[in-house]
C-alpha cells in the first residue's frame, strides 16, 4: 500500500480548506488549494427583501477607507451590504469568512481570490501563501496591498461574518490591511462585535464610517414593507404594534411574521419582545416550531448540525429519502434557506437561524447530535470531502476516523500553505488525550515540531510516539516502526552510526510504492557524507534524488541536490556544482519550498557557487534567504542546522563579512553542543572558527543578526507595538526593545521606519 511520508510536500491533492460544492468547481491558476466557490461572492437575494436605500446611499457616498458594519445576528448586515455591492458593480471583492479561516493562510488565500476576481493579483501573493513558513503578516499583506494599490480603479473588500475570527494571526492581517489598504480602496468589515481594530486611531484621522444597530434598525416603513412581503394578513393595527414590539430588529419581525403566517388566519399569537436578542430569539423559536408538523421540526433541527447541506447529505444524516425537495421547499417558503449555488442543490441556514434551531436539537435530542454527526461524517469521507469529515468526526467523537483522515489531509494541508490548520488537527488529539492511541499521528506531529524549529515540542511528541508504537496494531507495526526510525534518523539524536542504522532500517520496512523511500535514501547517503565517504555518499545521493522526485518528496529532493552540490564543491566540479545549485534551486521554487528547513543549505550552496563565478550580488540574495530562515535551524533537525550553517558562514567569510560569519557559526555551535555526535560537521565548525580568529574586523551588519532578532524582524513593518509584538512572541517587552534597538544598530538605521527600509533592501523582509 502506498503511505504518505509524514514530511510530504509534493503537490497538494486539490482538497481544499472547504468543500468545493457540486458544480462550482473552476481552473484557477493561484491558490494552493481549492476554494469554496459561495465564500466569494454576496448571497443570492431572497423575494421580499426590502431595499435599504438611504444607508446604501450613505456607504456609497462614504470617503473612508474603512467601514465597520457591526450589530448583533439578524439586523441585515450581510443584505445591506450585499444591495450595496449590487450598486457598486465589478468593483467588489466579496469574502464570507467562516471558522475555517482561522488560518492566516486560508484567509489571505481567499482575499487574494476575491481581489483576483476584480483585477489580477501578483501571482507571487500566492507562491509566497502555498509557503508554510511564510510570515504572512510581515510578508504576504505587504505583498497584497502593493498589488491592490497597483489596480486601475479603487476596489473595496468586503470581510463578511468577520466574528468567524478568534485567532490573534488573523485579527493581525485583518488590522494590518486596515491600515495598509492604499489610497480610494476600501475595507468593509461585518460582523457581530466591533472588529479588534486600532479604531481610535483610524476615528481620529477620520478613516472609519461605522454602521451599528440604531442604523440597521427598520423603520415603521421598512418593517410593514417586510410584513407585506411576508403576506401575514394582518391588521394595520397589529402590524405597527408588532414592527413597535420588534424595535427595529429584521429577523425578529420576519420570524414573527412566520410564526404567524404558520399559525393560520385568527391566531391570537402574542409577540413578547424583550429587546434582549437572545431572549426574543428563544421564543420565536419555539413559537415558530410549535407551528410545523413534527416531521419538519425534525429535519430543520436535525440538518442543523450541518454547515452547508444537500439532497444526498441531508438523506444521510437523516436516513430518509428525499431531502432534496424539502431544502427547495424551505426555499420556497422563505423560511430562512439561503441557496450556495446556481444550481439549489447546496444550501443553508440563516446564521441565526441555525444557531436556534441547534439549540433546540441539544434541548429535545441531545443523545441524537453525535450519530448525526458521525452519518454526516461517515458520507462527507465517502465524497471526498475529507476535511469537513473531519469536522463531523470531530464532533461525533470519533478519534479513530479523524486520525485516519488527519494521516492523509495534514501534510497536504501543510504543503500548502496551511500551517494552522494542520496545526488545529494535531492538537485536536492532545486535547483529547488520545494522541499515544495513534502512533502515526504522533510521529507526523513530530515531524510538524521538527519542521517549525521546536526541540522541546519535538521531544514531546516523539517520546508519545515512542510509547504509542509499543501498542501499535499488527496491521500497521512494520510502518510505524519504519516511520519512527525515519524520525529518529533525521532526529540523530544518538550519532551518526545510529542515524545510519536508523534510515536503513526505515528503508527495509517500505513497501515498493511507499512514498518514504527517497527521504529515508537521502538520510543514509547523509550519514556517509557526514563521515567524508563522498564517493559512497554521492551515489545514494543520486538515487534518493531520482526516487524522491517521482514520488513528489521535493523537500527531499532539494536537499540531497544541495549536499551533491556540496560534494562537487570539495571536489573543485565547479560547472556540477552550478548545474546541481541551479536544479535545486528550481525544485525549490517550483515545489513552494521557499520557508522549508530544507532550502538554507540550497541557498547558501546557490551563494558559494555565485561567488565562483564572481556574481556578488546574487550571493547575498541568496545568503538573506537563507538569513530569513535561521530560526528553524535548531538542534532539532541538528545535521540538518549545522550543514546550513556551515556554509552560510563560508558564504559571509567570502564577502569578507567576519560578523556574519561568526553569528552563524556562534548558532552552529549551540547546536553541537546538544548534539555533538554529528561526524565531521564540529570539526568544520571548530576549522572555520579558527580561520575567523585572523579575519579583518568590520562593524556587524544585518548579516550578525541573532535567532532572536530574526525572529522579531518580521514585526518590525506591522502596526503593532513593541507591548503587542511581545505578546505574539511570548517575550517581555523590555526584550523586545532591547533586541529592537540591536537590530537597529546592527543596520546603522536610527528608528523603526528606517530599519524596515534597510531589512526592505536587503532582502531580509517582503517590500
Known amino acids: 500500500m502506498h503511505r504518505n511520508y509524514p514530511l510530504r510536500v509534493g503537490v497538494s491533492s486539490g482538497r481544499g480548506a472547504a468543500p468545493i460544492l457540486e458544480g462550482e468547481r473552476r481552473a484557477w491558476p493561484g491558490p494552493s488549494f481549492e476554494l469554496l466557490e459561495s465564500k466569494l461572492r454576496p448571497p443570492s437575494p431572497r423575494p421580499g427583501i426590502v431595499p435599504r436605500q438611504s444607508l446604501v446611499e450613505r456607504l456609497l457616498g462614504a470617503p473612508a477607507p474603512v467601514v465597520c458594519v457591526v450589530a448583533p445576528p439578524g439586523y441585515g448586515k450581510t443584505t445591506l451590504l450585499s444591495q450595496w455591492s449590487e450598486r457598486k458593480r465589478d468593483r467588489v471583492a466579496w469574502v464570507s469568512v467562516d471558522g475555517r479561516d482561522n488560518d492566516p493562510a486560508v484567509l489571505l488565500t481567499y482575499i487574494a481570490a476575491a481581489l483576483d476576481r476584480v483585477e489580477p493579483v501578483d501571482r507571487g501573493v500566492f507562491r509566497a501563501l502555498a509557503s508554510p513558513g511564510a510570515s504572512v503578516v510581515a510578508t504576504v ?98 402590524m405597527t ?205 513530530a515531524w510538524r515540531q521538527a519542521l517549525l524549529g521546536q526541540p522541546a515540542g519535538v521531544e514531546r511528541w516523539t517520546a508519545a510516539a515512542e510509547r504509542a508504537s509499543a501498542r501499535a496494531a499488527p496491521a500497521e507495526a512494520k510502518w510505524v516502526e519504519g516511520t519512527l526510525a525515519l524520525l529518529h534518523a533525521a532526529l540523530c539524536r544518538e550519532g551518526v552510526e545510529r542515524m545510519r542504522a536508523d534510515a536503513r532500517r526505515a528503508r527495509e520496512r517500505m513497501d515498493p510504492g511507499d512514498s518514504a523511500r527517497g527521504p529515508a535514501l537521502h538520510l543514509e547517503g547523509a550519514s556517509y557524507l557526514l563521515v567524508g565517504e563522498t564517493d559512497r555518499a554521492d551515489r545514494l545521493l543520486a538515487e534518493a534524488v531520482a526516487v524522491a522526485t517521482e514520488d513528489r518528496e521535493l523537500n527531499a529532493a532539494s536537499y540531497a541536490l544541495a549536499q551533491r552540490c556540496l560534494i562537487a564543491i570539495q571536489r573543485q566540479d565547479w560547472p556540477r556544482a552550478e548545474a546541481l545549485a541551479t536544479q535545486a534551486l528550481t525544485v525549490v521554487r517550483d515545489g513552494h519550498l521557499d520557508a522549508y528547513v530544507t532550502s538554507p543549505l540550497v541557498y547558501a550552496v546557490a551563494a558559494r557557487v555565485a561567488l565562483r563565478r564572481g556574481d556578488a550580488p546574487a550571493a547575498r540574495q541568496h545568503l538573506a534567504r537563507a538569513a530569513r530562515l535561521r530560526p528553524l535551524l535548531t538542534h532539532s533537525l541538528p545535521t540538518y542546522a549545522v550543514e546550513a550553517l556551515l556554509e552560510l558562514a563560508r558564504g559571509y567569510l567570502a564577502l569578507n563579512d567576519a560578523a556574519g560569519a561568526r553569528a552563524v557559526l556562534g548558532q552552529a555551535r549551540d547546536v553541537v553542543s546538544l548534539r555533538p555526535d554529528l561526524g565531521n560537521l564540529p570539526a568544520q565548525v571548530e576549522e572555520l572558527r579558527s580561520a575567523l580568529e585572523v579575519a579583518r574586523e568590520a562593524l556587524p551588519g544585518s548579516s550578525s543578526l541573532s535567532t532572536a532578532e530574526l525572529r522579531l524582524v518580521p514585526w518590525l513593518s506591522t502596526h503593532l507595538s513593541f507591548r503587542e509584538i511581545s505578546e505574539r512572541l511570548y517575550v517581555s517587552q523590555s526584550t523586545v526593545k532591547t533586541q529592537a534597538i540591536s537590530v537597529y544598530r546592527k543596520l546603522g538605521a536610527s528608528s523603526r521606519s528606517e530599519a524596515v527600509q534597510r531589512l526592505q533592501e536587503i532582502g531580509l523582509l517582503g517590500a
Not at 351 to 360: G, P, Q, S, Y
Open 141 to 238: 499583506v505587504p505583498q497584497l496591498v502593493a498589488s491592490v494599490a497597483a489596480v486601475t480603479e479603487p476596489v473595496a473588500l468586503v470581510l463578511d461574518q468577520l466574528e468567524s475570527l478568534e485567532t490573534q494571526a488573523c485579527l493581525d492581517v485583518v488590522a494590518e490591511l486596515a491600515i495598509r489598504l492604499p489610497t480610494g480602496s476600501q475595507l468593509v468589515l461585518v460582523s457581530r462585535r466591533p472588529p479588534p481594530l486600532p479604531v481610535a486611531r483610524l476615528r481620529a484621522q477620520g478613516q472609519v464610517v461605522e454602521v451599528g444597530v440604531a442604523e440597521l434598525a427598520m423603520d415603521q416603513t421598512e418593517g410593514r414593507t417586510l410584513l407585506e412581503a411576508a403576506d401575514v394578513g394582518l391588521s394595520d393595527a397589529d
Open 241 to 445: 404594534e408588532l414592527v413597535g414590539r420588534a424595535e427595529g430588529w429584521p429577523v425578529g419581525l420576519y420570524l414573527a411574521a412566520l410564526a404567524r403566517k404558520a399559525a393560520g388566519p385568527g391566531s391570537s399569537a402574542e409577540f413578547a419582545f424583550t429587546g434582549d436578542d437572545r431572549f426574543v430569539a428563544d421564543y420565536l423559536g419555539s413559537e415558530l416550531l410549535a407551528q410545523l408538523s413534527p416531521e419538519q421540526v425534525r429535519f430543520l433541527t436535525r440538518t442543523a448540525v450541518l454547515e452547508r447541506m444537500s439532497g444526498p447529505l441531508c438523506d444521510a444524516v437523516l436516513g430518509t429519502e428525499g431531502s432534496g425537495r424539502v431544502l427547495r421547499s424551505l426555499e420556497d417558503s422563505n423560511l430562512l434557506v439561503v441557496p450556495l449555488d446556481r444550481h439549489r442543490e447546496w444550501y443553508r441556514y440563516h446564521h441565526l437561524f441555525r444557531d436556534l434551531l441547534r439549540a433546540e436539537l441539544e434541548r429535545r435530542e441531545p443523545q441524537l447530535v453525535p450519530r448525526l454527526h458521525a452519518r454526516a461524517a461517515a458520507w462527507c469521507e465517502a465524497n471526498g470531502l475529507e476535511e469537513l469529515a473531519i469536522d463531523h468526526a470531530q464532533a461525533a467523537g470519533d478519534a479513530d476516523l479523524v486520525a485516519r483522515l488527519v494521516w492523509d489531509a495534514a501534510p497536504r494541508a501543510y504543503a500548502a500553505g496551511r500551517r494552522d490548520t494542520a496545526t488545529w488537527w494535531y492538537d485536536w488529539f492532545q486535547e483529547q488525550g488520545a494522541i499515544e492511541r495513534y502512533p502515526l499521528i504522533a510521529i507526523q506531529g
